[in-house]
């Protein structure tokens, strides 16, 4: 019997190797909503980043035409749930969708619920105003005034600290979507909004007689990612192989000048 052990004890450590190894294959592997499709959860009301093309019905954008290349390399065909911003993240983590991407800002509170892919780019807050309102120059020009956010972004939380950090007096009216933040202004109904810059540049070179922008130090750059669920590694991994790709072989810069120019 004495000589049985060993043999027992050997047969049970290869056996135990073997299905921490095929627990290590599964954790790696990567989970998918639909196979054969990358399904993404983006607000498609924030042009140019994602919006609906009003000839078409399709939807287009700088996001989208981004993860339409990463769906492709990867093997995958894209699919894009349109989905209210303030619930995208309870959707991907109740995996309605594979990632999120639609803008989304990296943030330290997000972070806590999902993984990011590694920066695909740089904005930064602004404010926007009405084209004939010469008043406002500065964050401090905005004390007394109302201000248009979209709730829960970037520019929600900016807004927020120039009451809470710098004693700024101002009014926050919170709206569902960007483009009801934008309508607040030209109608009057706000001073001012608080959006990031390619979205209020745009806004104010399609409409210059309507719109200003107006920027300040006072909002620090921040860096848009690709959220995953913290249970999918593996596919958090290969968006980033895949991004890096992208912006190695001049893909990501053609994309980018197709939108935003040179």
């Not at 004890?9 to 190894?21: E, T």
């Not at 999120?100 to 602004?126: G, H, L, W």
């Not at 009057?188 to 390619?198: L, P, R, S, V």
Request: charged content about 30%; aromatic content about 10%.
């Amino acid at each position: 019997m004495k000589k049985i052990v060993p043999v027992v004890v050997i047969l049970a450590a290869v056996l135990f190797l073997g299905c921490a190894q095929q627990a290590t294959k599964e954790e790696q592997k990567i989970k998918l909503v639909e196979e054969g499709y990358l399904t993404v959860g983006s607000d498609i009301a924030y042009p140019p980043f994602e919006y609906t093309d009003e000839k078409t019905g399709e939807y287009t954008g700088f996001d989208i035409d981004l993860m339409t290349e990463i769906a492709n390399r990867m093997g995958l065909k894209v699919k894009f749930v349109n989905t209210a911003w303030d619930g995208i993240i309870p959707g991907l983590l109740a995996h309605k969708y594979d990632v999120i991407c639609s803008a989304m800002t990296i943030t330290e509170e997000r972070a806590k619920q999902v993984d990011f892919s590694d920066p695909y780019f740089e904005a930064k807050q602004v404010i926007l105003t009405r084209a004939d309102n010469t008043e406002i120059q500065d964050v401090d020009d905005l004390n007394g005034r109302v201000v248009a956010v979209q709730q829960g972004t970037t520019g929600d939380f900016a807004a927020q600290r120039l009451v809470d950090e710098k004693g700024i007096q101002l009014e926050i009216k919170r709206f569902e979507g960007t483009p009801e933040a934008l309508m607040a202004v030209q109608k009057g109904d706000a001073d001012a909004a608080i959006i990031d810059n390619f979205v209020a540049y745009i806004a104010a070179k399609e409409n210059p007689d309507i719109y200003r922008v107006v920027e300040s130090d006072e909002f620090a750059p921040e860096y848009y990612g690709i959220a995953v669920n913290k249970d999918n590694p593996a596919l958090l991994e290969k968006i980033n192989e895949v991004l890096k790709e992208i912006k190695e072989d001049g893909t990501y810069d053609k994309i980018y000048n197709k939108w935003f120019g040179e």
